[in-house]
C-alpha cells in the first residue's frame, strides 16, 4: 500500500508522512483490533459456558473424523454452529461503534419522514445488534438465534458488523476466513481456563470509534493442551 501510493501519480501533497502514517494505522486497526476484538469476546463466552464449547468441539470434531486431511476454510464454513458462535461474536463485537452517516444528496422519503438533502443518515451498528425487537434477549450470547431457520433468517437481514452498501468493508472475507480458522485451531488444541472476568465487562463501554470495553484490550486465562 505504501508502495503504491508513493510510486503513484498523486500529486506530492498526497504522499506526505502524515497521509502515509494515516493510512497505515487505518489498515493496521481495521485489519487487526477488530477481529481481536470479536475473536476475545468469542473465546469468553466459549470458555465460560461448557454446553457451547462441548457443541463446538464435537462438530469440528466431525471433519476430523472423515479424513486425516487438514480441515478447510471451506468446510468450517459449512459449520452452522461454529458459524452461529462467530455470528454472535460479531453481533456484540461488530468492528465500528460509532454511527457510520453519509449525507443525503438529494430531499428522501421514508415512511412518514422528510429528510432534506444535506441531512447525515447514517445507522449505529452495536444499537441495531442489541435492539430486543431484532434479537430477543439481546445480551444473551446465543449462537442457536442463527440456526433455527425462521429466526435466523430474520436475525440475517439486520446484521451487518461490517456495515452494508458501498462502504462495506473491504477486509470483510479476510475477516470471517481469520475467525473460522484461529476458533477452530484453539478449540481443538487448548483450553482455556478464565477468571476474574465477567460477560459485562466484554460489552460496549464507551465509543472509541471501535467498540471500547471495560476489558480494554485483555484477556487473562490460563491456557492448558486439550486432550480430547
Known amino acids: 500500500m505504501v508502495h503504491a501510493i508513493v510510486n503513484s501519480d498523486l500529486p506530492s501533497t498526497e504522499k506526505s508522512f502524515e497521509r502515509i502514517h494515516e493510512e497505515v494505522a487505518t489498515v493496521t486497526g481495521a485489519g487487526f483490533e477488530t477481529s481481536a476484538n470479536a475473536l476475545r469476546l468469542i473465546l469468553f463466552h466459549v470458555y465460560t459456558n461448557d454446553a457451547i464449547l462441548g457443541r463446538l468441539r464435537e462438530e469440528i470434531s466431525s471433519l476430523t473424523t472423515k479424513s486425516s486431511e487438514p480441515i478447510t476454510l471451506r468446510q468450517l464454513e459449512q459449520l ?17 461503534a460509532s ?116 476489558a480494554g484490550c485483555n484477556l487473562m486465562a490460563r491456557v492448558d493442551p486439550y486432550e480430547g
Not at 80 to 96: F, I, K, N
Not at 203 to 208: G, P, R
Request: charged share 20%.
Open 80 to 96: 452452522p454452529y461454529l458459524t452461529g458462535v462467530l455470528r454472535e461474536g460479531l453481533r456484540l463485537s461488530p468492528g465500528v
Open 99 to 214: 454511527r457510520a452517516a453519509r449525507i443525503t444528496d438529494k430531499d428522501l422519503a421514508y415512511n412518514d419522514w422528510c429528510i432534506p438533502a444535506g441531512t447525515p443518515v447514517g445507522m449505529t451498528t452495536i444499537l441495531i445488534h442489541t435492539d430486543q425487537n431484532l434479537y430477543p434477549d439481546p445480551m444473551c450470547f446465543n449462537p442457536d438465534r442463527w440456526i433455527d431457520q425462521g429466526a435466523g433468517q430474520a436475525a440475517v437481514s439486520k446484521f451487518a458488523p461490517f456495515s452494508r452498501g458501498t462502504r462495506i468493508c473491504l477486509g470483510m472475507h479476510l475477516a470471517w476466513a481469520e475467525m473460522y480458522l484461529v476458533l477452530a485451531a484453539l478449540v481443538q488444541r487448548f483450553s482455556f481456563t478464565i477468571e476474574g472476568v465477567a460477560a459485562s465487562d466484554f460489552e460496549l463501554d464507551k465509543d472509541n470509534f471501535g467498540i471500547g470495553t471495560k
